[in-house]
T-cell receptor, first 116, second 112 residues
Framework: DAGVTQSPTHLIKTRGQQVTLRCSPK?????VSWYQQALGQGPQFIFQ???????QRGNFPDRFSGHQFPNYSSELNVNALLLGDSALYLC???????????????FGPGTRLTVL | AQSVTQLGSHVSVSEGALVLLRCNYS??????LFWYVQYPNQGLQLLLK??????LVKGINGFEAEFKKSETSFHLTKPSAHMSDAAEYFC??????????FGTGTRLLVSP
C-alpha cells in the first residue's frame, strides 16, 4: 500500500516565478491538506481539499491556490514567488471529513522549494 | 484561536535515560491532540493521538503521553531513550474538523 507521495522532491525557482507541486494521497483517502514548513518551524496549514473543493484555508495569500482531481490527487500552485516562500511543503491525506476529526493525517515526504 | 506551545526547542538526553517533551495547549474546550515525529528529510509520522477515550495514550516506539486537562498539557514521554529516537517532535491540536495547529517543535538529541 503506497503512502502519500509528492513530486518533485526538490525545486529551485527565482522570485516572481510560478510553481506547481503535486501530491497523491494514500490509497482510500479522499481529503488532502497542504502545509508549509519553514526552516526551524512547525508546519503551517495552507488549505484542505475534499470533493474537489477547498474546504478550509489558513492565513495564506491568494498567491497560494490549489486543486483536487477526481482521483483525489492534488496540486498546490504558488504565483509570484517571494524569497519567503522558501520552505518544505508537506501534503497530508486523510478521511477527515468522513472519518471524523480524530482521523489520522498521513504526511508525504515533502517538496523542498528554494526561491532565489 | 487554538495554539500549541512546546517548551524547549532542544532536549538532550543520554541513551537509556527518560525522555520528556513538553506540550501545552490553549483552549477552554480540550481539543484533539497529536504527537508527530519527523526524521531528517522526511515527512511527519504520527506517534500517538488523544481522542478523549483515555487520558494516558500509548503510541508507537515505546512513547506515551498523558492528557491533563487541569494543566492543559499533553507531555510526551519514553522511559528509555534510544539513539534512533533522535529526531524533531511536533505536538499538534485540532478542534472538531478545524485545521491541525502545530507547535514549533522540539529537537531530541540522544548521546551514547
Amino acid at each position: 500500500d503506497a503512502g502519500v507521495t509528492q513530486s518533485p522532491t526538490h525545486l529551485i525557482k527565482t522570485r516572481g516565478q510560478q510553481v506547481t507541486l503535486r501530491c497523491s494521497p494514500k490509497s482510500g483517502h479522499d481529503t488532502v491538506s497542504w502545509y508549509q514548513q519553514a526552516l526551524g518551524q512547525g508546519p503551517q496549514f495552507i488549505f484542505q481539499y475534499y470533493e474537489e473543493e477547498e474546504r478550509q484555508r489558513g492565513n495564506f495569500p491568494d498567491r497560494f491556490s490549489g486543486h483536487q482531481f477526481p482521483n483525489y490527487s492534488s496540486e498546490l500552485n504558488v504565483n509570484a514567488l517571494l524569497l519567503g516562500d522558501s520552505a518544505l511543503y508537506l501534503c497530508a491525506s486523510s478521511l477527515s471529513l468522513s472519518g471524523g476529526p480524530t482521523d489520522t493525517q498521513y504526511f508525504g515526504p515533502g517538496t523542498r522549494l528554494t526561491v532565489l | 484561536a487554538q495554539s500549541v506551545t512546546q517548551l524547549g526547542s532542544h532536549v538532550s538526553v543520554s541513551e537509556g535515560a527518560l525522555v520528556l517533551l513538553r506540550c501545552n495547549y490553549s483552549s477552554s474546550v480540550p481539543p484533539y491532540l497529536f504527537w508527530y515525529v519527523q526524521y531528517p528529510n522526511q515527512g511527519l509520522q504520527l506517534l500517538l493521538k488523544y481522542t478523549s477515550a483515555a487520558t494516558l495514550v500509548k503510541g508507537i516506539n515505546g512513547f506515551e503521553a498523558e492528557f491533563k486537562k487541569s494543566e492543559t498539557s499533553f507531555h510526551l514521554t519514553k522511559p528509555s531513550a534510544h539513539m534512533s529516537d533522535a529526531a524533531e517532535y511536533f505536538c499538534a491540536a485540532r478542534r472538531g474538523f478545524q485545521k491541525l495547529v502545530f507547535g514549533t517543535g522540539t529537537r531530541l538529541l540522544v548521546s551514547p
